[in-house]
């Protein structure tokens, strides 16, 4: 009975392997370490984002707008939690995204701003911290196309003949991943030109039209 059991267990594992049940195990893993890194990066983003606030509010008090809208992104974007498990969710995923653009067009519109502010820009403290954003927002970049890598390769295995079949009997769904054009335009920071405007000429004046001459009375008869 013990050896029949075995062979039956040997037999099933064959066929899991077979149908591609262990490469779902495999890839399912790379994601969740690919996004756990995103989310790490996207953190260190986070924790920046204080201190360079206030070092810009030292020097650029009256742009009170802009660091509320910082302040304010920063905490939306924290707010919305994307789980490994939640990434099979379409709508889960491009909120979070959505969260995240938004912070990023903030932060480019903080730091056009403070191109005006020539003693913020020489501020040894601000040019760490915009050193270590950009170092962070560049590590965003290789952990997200590492996602992207990761949950493609997944999503074939998903889709792909004979192994959509092992997905559909163990419920493995299809993961979302990072719509990069999107997010590129939530991003986008306005241009802002500090240039000093030309005043506009005043239109010239019409001529001012001479008074009509003074009639002449009629000969008396």
């Known amino acids: 009975m013990r050896k029949i059991l075995w062979i039956a267990s040997l037999l099933a594992a064959l066929t899991l392997s077979g149908c591609g049940y262990n490469d779902f195990q495999t890839k399912d893993e790379q994601v969740k370490a690919a996004w756990s890194e995103v989310l790490n990066q996207y953190k260190r983003r986070a924790d920046l984002i204080p201190n360079l606030v206030s070092t810009v509010q030292g020097y650029a008090a009256q742009e009170r707008d802009v660091l509320i809208g910082v302040t304010n992104a920063r905490a939306k974007a924290t707010s919305v939690q994307l789980p490994p498990e939640a990434l099979d969710n379409p709508e ?65 295995l998903a889709r792909q003949f004979p192994t959509n079949l092992t997905a559909m009997i163990f419920g493995y769904k299809q993961k979302a991943s990072f719509e990069v054009e999107n997010e590129k335009a939530i991003a986008e920071p306005p241009k802002v030109d500090f240039a000093p405007k030309t005043a506009v000429p005043a239109a010239p004046s019409a001529p001012i039209a001479p008074a009509p001459a003074p009639a002449t009375p009629a000969p008396k008869k």
């Open 92 to 156: 889960a995923v491009k909120k979070f995204q959505q969260a995240q653009g938004e912070l990023s067009g903030a932060l480019g519109r903080l730091l056009v701003v403070a191109e005006a502010y020539p003693q913020l820009k020489s501020d040894a403290n601000f040019r760490d911290l915009q050193a270590q954003l950009e170092g962070t927002e560049n590590r965003i970049t290789t952990a997200r196309n590492r996602f992207i890598k990761a949950v493609q390769e997944y999503n074939i």
